[in-house]
Nanobody, 128 residues
Framework: QVQLVESGGGLVQTGGSLRLSCTAS????????????MAWFRQAPGEERLVVSAISWDGGRTHYAESVKGRFTISRDNAKKTVYLQMNSLKPEDTAVYYC?????????????????WGQGTQVTVSP
């Protein structure tokens, strides 16, 4: 079972930037980090958890929600077992708990039920 730990959330003003990080552990010899597709989801109070961005095992394919295209960038460093989400031009509507997720596979996956491992979440708050 992969353990995921997010960091980098916080309070920022509208137009500001944050970079989220998610580092994986618990990987065995037969299950390297580069066997896993990764994604960032977010969930605001009273709303469902939705994908923000996803990335394939090698970083060759990425997906972004329409609401964050052009502002957010997902990337990964397989040597560091870490995936990043660079968030620029933040808006109040980006306020949510952001979750990192992982699943073994070679595609990009966009649904919560497709992911087998989740981090504990990190709060991002954007003030007006």
């Amino acid at each position: 079972q992969v353990q995921l730990v997010e960091s980098g959330g916080g309070l920022v003003q509208t137009g500001g930037s944050l970079r989220l990080s998610c580092t994986a552990s618990g990987l065995t010899f037969s299950s390297y980090f580069n066997h896993y597709a990764m994604a960032w989801f977010r969930q605001a109070p009273g709303e469902e958890r939705l994908v923000v961005s996803a990335i394939s095992w090698d970083g060759g394919r990425t997906h972004y929600a329409e609401s964050v295209k052009g502002r957010f960038t997902i990337s990964r460093d397989n040597a560091k077992k870490t995936v990043y989400l660079q968030m620029n031009s933040l808006k109040p509507e980006d306020t949510a708990v952001y979750y990192c997720a992982a699943v073994r596979g070679f595609a990009t996956y966009l649904r919560t039920y497709e992911y087998t491992s989740w981090g504990q979440g990190t709060q991002v708050t954007v003030s007006p």
